[in-house]
């Protein structure tokens, strides 16, 4: 993967944000080999970042897995994990898989301390911007304003470097049927929440070159719905996709809106808890 192209990169804000694996990657390899330190924001939220914000409230440590094939099960098994199944096998008791719910159940019930997630998308994204150079947090609607003030944290952690820190933020989006990508509102949602709320702990020092363009595009979408989060899940394509498959609780907990004050933070490939 080559860097992206200067007039590409946002290089002039400190908060950056793209699509999906390719210019996220892109836009992280251009910061890293311009010297910048990086922290990159993965956003998924239906239901990738979403199902690791709930799984680490819980203490479990996540084990983000780029393939759903039979590799995932040897990942697994090297690791003394479980292996989240996909979400049909959530009808069987006690099942784990990419389903907020579910693994919030198997968090009630105990004795889960490590869990594979295989995810072409979250997953992927994860892995790619570690491999890039990035420090990688997991954000979600659940998350957003503790993943704010981590950043915030982090930022003056990293003022002393010789060239300006930059935060990328990175709605994952969803594949259509040949592989291509798919923006998906709910994500570009859960990115607004992050800016949004990292805007407002900065303004008084941030200036007009803390956002991108697209950065505070994605903000100002979050706040047309910030009110109705429920509603606005509920609505868009991938919240209806989700209702009318038959899982209603997906949605609803992935707009529990600032209910968790923990951090995902993802060290030597495993997501596990901080706080701001």
Request: aromatic share 4%; glycine share 8%; charged share 20%.
């Amino acid at each position: 993967m080559e860097p992206a192209a200067a007039v590409h990169s946002q290089d002039r804000h400190v908060v950056r944000l793209d699509w999906g694996p390719v210019a996220a990657e892109a836009l992280t390899r251009y910061a890293v080999a311009s010297g910048a330190p990086v922290c990159a924001v993965v956003v998924d939220v239906l239901s990738f970042t979403t199902c690791v914000s709930v799984a680490v409230d819980t203490g479990i440590r996540v084990h983000p897995y780029r393939w759903q094939d039979e590799s995932a099960q040897a990942y697994a098994d090297e690791r003394g994990a479980v292996l989240a199944g996909p979400r049909s096998a959530t009808r069987a008791e006690g099942a784990v898989s990419l389903s907020p719910a579910s693994i919030r159940s198997a968090g009630e019930r105990g004795g889960l301390d490590d869990l594979v997630l295989p995810s072409p998308n979250g997953s992927t994204i994860s892995a790619l911007l570690a491999d890039a150079g990035a420090d990688v947090v997991a954000a979600s609607l659940r998350n957003s304003g503790a993943v704010a003030a981590w950043l915030v944290d982090w930022l003056q952690a990293s003022s002393g470097s010789r060239a300006q820190p930059a935060v990328v933020v990175v709605p994952g989006g969803e594949r259509w049927p040949d592989g291509s990508l798919r923006p998906a509102v709910e994500d570009l949602w859960g990115a607004g929440a992050v800016v949004a709320a990292l805007a407002a702990r900065l303004e008084h020092r941030g200036g007009p070159l803390l956002l991108s363009p697209e950065a505070e595009a994605a903000g100002a979408a979050w706040l047309a719905v910030e009110d109705r989060p429920v509603e606005a899940l509920v609505a868009c394509s991938s919240g209806r996709e989700l209702v009318e498959q038959g899982w209603p609780d997906d949605v609803t907990i992935a707009a529990e809106v600032n209910s968790s004050d923990v951090v995902p933070v993802l060290t030597d490939g495993v997501y596990t808890r901080h706080t701001a």
